[in-house]
T-cell receptor, first 114, second 117 residues
Framework: AAGVIQSPRHLIKEKRETATLKCYPIPRHDTVYWYQQGPGQDPQFLISFYEKMQSDKGSIPDRFSAQQFSDYHSELNMSSLELGDSALYFC?????????????FGQGTRLTVV | AQSVTQLDSHVSVSEGTPVLLRCNYSSSYSPSLFWYVQHPNKGLQLLLKYTSAATLVKGINGFEAEFKKSETSFHLTKPSAHMSDAAEYFCVVSDRPGSGGYNKLIFGAGTRLAVHP
């Protein structure tokens, strides 16, 4: 069965550079979530999209932006990268059916800022 | 507002002894509840889920959880711990407030399970 695909799996950037992380949800899933997990930390919610519109916003810095496209894939754009942005970034998706709200997570993109 | 509280940040057990990881939630709606496991440097794997069917839920690797609405709890248990169970465990609440609305996923802070020989 198809899973949530994230790319790239690993990314190394220098301070002040820009990074783009991509998330491809499971087909027919209409909601996408982004989480940031720092070393030894629990996942922190960044932002979510439902039917291509932002549905909820968490602790996402102003330097970051995200969007969901017509094919439901989502991209997280990160500018002016800082050392503290080094983390594992997870994407998750959920299906549209009522009563079935299981979230499926991707393997994550590990971003290292040097 | 929804919230999830994992009552123990660290739990340490001996191999072969029972495991109990505690989770309490608050929700204004009828939530779905999940336990995910994360091994070091790995992604999140679903252990089990409650979605308003049977209150006792069986998951993978011998784990179970019981949904108790009166106590707003969803504690994770396993009769006998294995060394491979050492990992971080997250309790997650998912609400869909109203028909056609989007899901909200709320994470607990996580419980790190250590298993000693």
């Amino acid at each position: 069965a198809a899973g949530v695909i994230q790319s790239p799996r690993h990314l190394i950037k220098e301070k002040r550079e820009t990074a783009t992380l991509k998330c491809y949800p499971i087909p027919r899933h209409d909601t996408v979530y982004w989480y940031q997990q720092g070393p030894g930390q629990d996942p922190q919610f960044l932002i979510s999209f439902y039917e291509k519109m932002q549905s909820d916003k968490g602790s996402i810095p102003d330097r970051f932006s995200a969007q969901q496209f017509s094919d439901y894939h989502s991209e997280l754009n990160m500018s002016s990268l800082e050392l503290g942005d080094s983390a594992l970034y997870f994407c998750a998706s959920t299906p549209p059916e009522e009563g079935n709200t299981e979230a499926f997570f991707g393997q994550g993109t590990r971003l290292t800022v040097v | 507002a929804q919230s999830v509280t994992q009552l123990d940040s660290h739990v340490s057990v001996s191999e072969g002894t029972p495991v109990l990881l505690r989770c309490n939630y608050s929700s204004s709606y009828s939530p779905s509840l999940f336990w995910y496991v994360q091994h070091p440097n790995k992604g999140l794997q679903l252990l089990l889920k409650y979605t308003s069917a049977a209150t006792l839920v069986k998951g993978i690797n011998g784990f179970e959880a019981e949904f108790k609405k009166s106590e707003t709890s969803f504690h994770l248990t396993k009769p006998s711990a294995h060394m491979s169970d050492a990992a971080e465990y997250f309790c997650v609440v998912s609400d869909r407030p109203g028909s056609g609305g989007y899901n909200k996923l709320i994470f607990g802070a996580g419980t790190r399970l250590a298993v000693h020989p």
